[in-house]
């Protein structure tokens, strides 16, 4: 376990550690769209040739240029190895490519067979390029992507928004092995959140609220729930009632809580984790500095925090002296009655 006594630097770096934690730092800010076919997916294939056409310029074709003639094949759907077959090309590799490479892979492997083959390639149908909204939204759904770029907020409102409070949802997105969450009244106050999607994409809203646990000589010892945005330390003791004058040691209030091995620069060595890789930390705050005070507007809450303040010593005394009175006082009065 690591004891750790709170101050600016401590509230300033965990305060960072929550910011590397942003949508925006995890996932960056490019919102250029490159289509590419995956498995699945149905793709149309056009092809025209120069004329005198001899392979794709047949009276049947579908489309035309000049005196050029062409051919709408039909749709090819990119099988499990990821190809499409086209006529005197054969198998040609789809998955992975974006329409423009598709086309020149075409153009090329019919040059010399078709006379001078231009090629046009276009998505029937998406299978893939499409992000997947699920959790404690009005309607879990698909939304397919487009050159338009759509963002988090998009994927939302698509999905018929979420159906609890705004500050009671946390936003969950899951890109490949990279996994992030923020209240979702962070993505809407803070643009810079609202994130472009990607293919592949996971995006789930969690309605799930927060708590801290009060305990000791607070003004209160239950659970307390907060919002998903988050309070700071000096939130939490006011929403605990604050601290029982005649009980409470100022110098004795203290957070505890597990975090990351990298969460800070830890004071005992080795550090100790639990199973699940955590550290158990004890953080110390002492009010009777009045820098706390500011400090403590800074220190943000985590779910499931235990917030405790102890008995001052001279409370302690009190609970000791009213026991010895509660047994000397029956025994004084019996022996007087006695008399």
Not at 11 to 36: I, P
Not at 205 to 229: D, H, I, M, R
Not at 252 to 271: C, H, I, M, Y
């Amino acid at each position: 376990m690591q004891i750790v006594d709170v101050n600016y630097d401590v509230a300033k770096k965990l305060l960072d550690e929550r910011r590397s934690a942003d949508f925006s730092v995890k996932f960056g800010q490019d919102s250029t769209y490159r289509q590419q076919f995956g498995l699945g997916d149905a793709v149309e294939v056009t092809i025209w040739e120069a004329p005198p056409a001899a392979l794709f310029g047949t009276p049947g074709g579908v489309a035309e240029i000049g005196n050029g003639r062409g051919m709408t094949l039909p749709d090819q759907v990119v099988d499990s190895s990821g190809n499409i077959t086209v006529p005197f090309a054969g198998p040609v590799r789809a998955a992975g490519r974006t329409p423009d490479e598709l086309q020149r892979d075409i153009a090329t492997k019919l040059r010399g067979i078709a006379h001078d083959p231009q090629v046009l390639v276009r998505l029937s149908k998406n299978a893939t390029s499409y992000v997947t909204v699920v959790g404690d939204v009005v309607s879990s759904t698909r939304v397919p992507l487009t050159p338009h770029g759509e963002r988090l907020l998009d994927a939302l409102a698509s999905a018929g928004g979420v159906r609890e409070a705004v500050d009671k949802v946390t936003i969950q997105l899951t890109r490949n092995n990279v996994v992030a969450s923020l209240p979702l009244e962070n993505v809407i106050r803070d643009t810079s959140q609202n994130v472009p999607l990607h293919a592949g994409d996971v995006v789930t809203a969690l309605f799930q609220p927060y708590s801290f646990t009060a305990l000791g000589a607070a003004g209160k010892n239950q659970e307390v729930n907060f919002e998903a945005q988050g309070i700071t330390l000096a939130q939490a003791i006011a929403r605990a009632g604050g601290l029982q004058d005649s009980r409470a040691d100022a110098q004795g209030v203290f957070v505890f809580r597990f975090e990351k091995p990298d969460a800070l620069t830890w004071p005992d060595s080795p550090v100790r984790t639990t199973p699940d890789g955590k550290v158990p930390v004890v953080y110390r705050i002492n009010l009777r500095d009045p820098n706390t005070f500011f400090v403590a507007q800074s220190f943000m809450m985590n779910n499931n925090d235990v917030l405790y303040v102890s008995n001052a010593p001279v409370a302690e005394l009190q609970k000791f002296l009213n026991l010895v009175f509660s047994v000397a006082y029956p025994v004084v009065n019996s022996v007087n009655a006695f008399k």
